[in-house]
Structures are given as C-alpha cells and as structure tokens.
C-alpha cells in the first residue's frame, strides 16, 4: 500500500463516520460522560464545547503575499449546476467549454471523492448559466472515472477523461480515454489513449496547434518519480512531443497547467506535492517561444500548494485559478528525512481547512531566466468555497469580454478540514467573471 493508501485507511474510517454522523457522536459523548461522571460534567462539557466554537470563529490572515496591481476580478451570481442525488453525492472534477453557442460542463459524480466503480461523468449544456440540461452520460461499473478535460479544436469538441482503479484507499490510473462531438448530441463511443498511468491535465490551442501537458508516474509512493509530458497535434488526434524530448521534467510534480503570454513564449506550474531534488509545494517553468520544448524550472520550489491549477490570460494577465491554503505546505521541517517530510506535509495539509482563489503570475525574464521575488499572488478568494474545493475550469463566452468560471466546493462551514470535505457531499458551481483592469 502506498503513503497515500495509508493515509486513506487511517483517515478515512473516522471522518467518514464524522461526517454523516456528527451530531449522534456529540451527543453520545454527552450521555457517556453524564453517566461517568454526572450532571456537573454534563454543564462543564457544554460549556467547553461554547468555548471552542466560539474560538474557531476568529480565521487569521494567510501568509501569500496579496497581488497590487491594476486589476480586479469581479463575480457574478453563482449557480448550481449539478444535479442533486441521494447516491451521487460527490460531484467534483469539473471541466466547462463554451461550445455551439453554449455552455458546456462535464464532471465526476459518486459516493464520495473516493475511487469507487459506480462513478460517472456527465455532460450537460446550458445557455443562462442557471438551467442545466444533461445530454451524455457515462459509466463503466468497473472504473473510476475522473480528471475530466472538455476543449474545442476546429469545430470538434474533445473530452479526454481517466480510468483508475476503484480502489477507495489508493490512486491508481489505468490510463486516459476521449470521446468527442460536433453536434453535442451524437457523442462517438470512448477510445483509450496515452500511457498507462498518464493523465493530462491541460490543453491549450495556440496559433492552429493543441498543445497538451500530462504527467506519468507513481503518484503518492514512497519513492514517487513522475515525469511531465508536452506534445503538440495539428488534428487533435495524433501527438508527438513538442521538442526533442516527450518529457520535460522529472520529479514530484502533477497537475500542470500553462499559458502562452502575448509575445508567444511559454510559462507553467504544476503542484509539487510528492517532492523531489527543489523540495515540496509548487513549482513554476518557462520556455521560449523558440523553443517550447525545453522547460526551465525553478532551482527552489514555492512553500505553497496551489492544487488544481487552471492558467489563463485575461485582460493580457496570467492568472491562476487554484485550491487556496493560507498555510505554507512545508509544514516539517528541511533537515528531517524527506520521507518524514512527505508523510507530515500530506497529514497536515489534509486536516487543515482549504478554500480556493485567483492568482496573478508575475512573468519571468524569459532573457536573463529569472522570475521576480514572490511570482504568484492572491488577487481575490471565492466565497462559500470551503470544505473540499479548488477545481476550477474557465471558458470564455462567445461575442463576449465576460468568462464563466466553474468550480465545486462542500457545504460545510469555513474551518471544516480538507479531508472532512472529501467524505462530504460538494456541488458544481459556475458563475460569470469578468476581468478589469482599473
């Protein structure tokens, strides 16, 4: 069983239990310690519990350095776009193109955000972000289904999405799918693709060619190595590595998104949560528009994790839409062994709250290969993301300045533990957003 299994197993079980039985323990306790130790106890015990929730109320500010800066991210309403079901609680993964004059979303469905063989996707379109109808859903009864990425290439619309095995304690990919459609009602039947383990994170089309960014590897183990992967396709069918080289890091790094600035060149991040030779947290590359296939990245990783991440440019700004953690990730210190560091970075990262935000990305000297002091920076955080969230996708719209933003998050209160999140049920938000520079 691998660190992340382990976690799982221990983990689990008891949040699990919290989470759909939260008042029938409080009050257990309560009767346990009344017939233990009597009625005094009873009013001491009430009175501590008062105590410590009036104490989680106070949230201290984190420690990301704030973005200043000319621009601004505004918000509209936000809408629910997932289905509400008594056997699909865990809606998450969500993927949102604008496609055929709508809005189209496709996402993760099952029990809990656990692997588990009954999990689906399902597509559905909308044209006022508030009234959602599903037109394709999918499930094999034998895999999990997640990682869910909808993108349009020369009036095709793409869906690449993985298969893992329905192991609830571990995180084992057996390799990417795609479908497509032109019409979004004649969707043709999934075909398997890639690497076995691969999972691609992002896609971009620039200047008539998709390029693609996946990762390979042995996530979560105690000797983890993955490998991140760039191709290019001018059909969108075929791949082959934009350089010499089909990889362009190798380390602890998954879940990498990019963008391409106004000058052509290349920057990127990607979560640096299994650690390697630059540390743990988050780390950044660029690469010249001359040379796209080599990634030069950071000698030091960010302390901090942005998970999830989706890159973008709006308003000529790089912006990073991400889990957000007031907390540094490098939570045990550098001199202790790296496998204690991995271990203790996990557990405290699961068991604190999360939340999810926007970020600007300060662009690098692409000439001297330098990034400014503190590259990324929070521009603004979601309201009501809490729990389990930070899964963010943004699309723009059509004969519009205005993007759509979607994500999904718990409804759980603010200070509720990450973990706690996993084993709670969270929705699919979306709502517009509109970038201005002031």
């Avoid at 505004?74 to 193109?97: C, Q, Y």
């Avoid at 496609?99 to 399902?122: C, D, L, M, Q």
């Avoid at 032109?182 to 089309?205: H, N, Q």
């Avoid at 998050?409 to 957003?433: D, E």
């Amino acid at each position: 069983m691998d660190l992340h299994g382990i976690l799982f197993a221990v983990l689990s079980p008891i949040l699990e239990f919290l989470a759909l039985n939260p008042h029938l323990l409080l009050y257990g306790a309560l009767c346990l310690t009344g017939v233990l130790y009597g009625f005094k106890a009873i009013i001491v015990s009430l009175f501590t519990i008062s105590v410590a929730w009036a104490a989680s109320m106070p949230r201290k500010e984190g420690t990301l350095p704030r973005y200043k800066g000319p621009l601004d991210v505004f918000l509209g309403r936000t809408f629910r776009a997932s289905k509400l079901s008594a056997h699909h609680l865990a809606n998450n993964n969500v993927s949102m193109v604008s496609f055929g004059g709508k809005v189209v979303i496709a996402y993760r469905s099952a029990e809990t955000h656990f692997a588990s063989s009954s999990a689906k996707i399902t597509v559905a379109t909308s044209t006022n972000l508030e009234d959602w109808d599903d037109v394709w859903c999918y499930s094999t009864g034998q895999d999990d289904l997640r990682e869910v990425l909808l993108w349009e290439f020369n009036g095709k619309l793409f869906m690449y999405f993985c298969c893992l095995a329905p192991n609830k304690r571990g995180f084992a990919p057996r390799g990417m799918s795609w479908t497509s459609t032109e019409d979004l009602k004649s969707w043709a039947d999934p075909k398997a693709m890639g690497r076995d383990t691969e999972i691609t994170w992002d896609v971009k089309v620039h200047e008539a060619v998709a390029y693609k960014v996946g990762y390979i590897g042995n996530h979560y183990s105690d000797n983890c190595l993955l490998s991140v992967l760039f191709e290019c396709s001018k059909d969108g069918e075929k791949w082959e590595p934009v350089g010499k080289d089909l990889v362009v890091y190798i380390g602890g790094v998954s879940e990498v998104s990019f963008a391409f600035t106004a000058k052509g060149d290349l920057v990127a991040i990607g979560r640096n949560e299994d650690g390697d030779h630059t540390g743990f947290g988050s780390q950044l590359f660029f690469a010249r528009k001359n040379d796209l296939g080599s990634w030069m990245p950071l000698t030091v990783s960010l302390p901090y994790r942005f998970d999830s991440p989706r890159m973008t440019v709006m308003s000529g700004e790089v912006v990073v839409f991400a889990r957000y953690s007031k907390d540094l990730y490098t939570f045990i210190p550098e001199w202790m062994p790296f496998i204690i560091q991995k271990i203790g970075n996990i557990i405290a990262y699961s068991i604190r709250p999360k939340s999810s935000a926007v970020y600007n990305l300060m662009l690098p000297d692409f000439d001297a290969g330098t990034w400014p002091t503190d590259p990324v920076r929070l521009v603004r955080r979601f309201e009501d993301s809490f729990g389990d969230t930070g899964f963010f996708s943004i699309a723009k719209l059509a004969d519009s300045s205005d993007w759509v933003v979607a994500n999904y998050a718990s409804p759980v209160h603010s200070h509720a533990p990450w973990f706690f999140g996993q084993v709670y049920a969270t929705n699919i938000y979306v709502c517009r957003c509109a970038p201005i520079l002031r």
